[in-house]
């Protein structure tokens, strides 16, 4: 069994959903978490939760795509053996949507990712190397109408992920990109907020693996991405969907 009981984890967007799941998957297994997000009450909460799950954490409010946000954050952090670029959001479209939508999805979703990266790097160097994973979408590699921004900032972090792996790859440092599908995060939202996922059958009959996603398939892949295990996976993406990305559809 792996050791990541000195290891330092960086989940954005941690407060609530996949990334909170992404958190305490890492904090059970003894790592210490450092957790940042927008918002003060939910990076506080999800702090909370891993420290009574067993694990060690550290909540730190920082939006990813200001620059010096980020750079402070990253030096109170102060070590970091593993990050995760969870932070992200969608608004807009070319047929509803505004410019301020396009700017706004883009630097969260991609500035975001690439800002936490910059000041990273060097503090993963320091520590011998280390793993970035992005937090993709099957949107990347397929859409709904009326999406631009978000497809083109999740697609836009698969590259960002090759890009990464041949710059920071002298470092020791790891970076792959997980695509997930339709996750239902119900179970990981904010205590006054959570319930039970309510997924219907024909939500369920959409996957070949017969249900929805949830925030648990996400965070174990990306603790094995991160793990020693995976020491020769660097510059892919994973997709991770239930199948739904190769379910042929005939209407
Ligand atoms: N849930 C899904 O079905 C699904 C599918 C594919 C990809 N994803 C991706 O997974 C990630 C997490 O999704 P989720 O469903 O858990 O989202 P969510 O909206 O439930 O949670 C997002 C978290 O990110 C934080 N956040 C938003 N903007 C931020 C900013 N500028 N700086 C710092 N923190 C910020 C929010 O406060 C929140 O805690 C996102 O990148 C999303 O695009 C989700």
Redesign the pocket.
Known sequence: MEDWSGRTILV????????RAIALAFGRRGASIAI????AE?AEECCSEVEAAGGRASAHV????NAEEVRTSVAAIGTANVLVN?????RGGILTGTLEDWDRVLA??LR?AYLMAREVAPLMRQAGGGSIIQ?????ALQSEPNSEP?AAS?AGLLGLTHALAASLGAWGIRCNAI???????AN??PFAERHAPQNSASDAEQHWVGRV?R?EDIAEAAVYLSSESAGFITGQWLIIDGGMTRKMIYV
């Not at 969870?86 to 969608?90: L, S, T, Y």
């Open positions: 954005t967007g941690a407060g609530q959903g996949i990334g940042l997000d927008a918002r939910t920082c939006d990813v795509a969870n932070a992200g959001m969608g969260v979703n975001g937090i993709a979408s099957t949107r978000y999740k695509c997930p599908g339709w996750i239902d995060t990981y939202l996603g925030p």
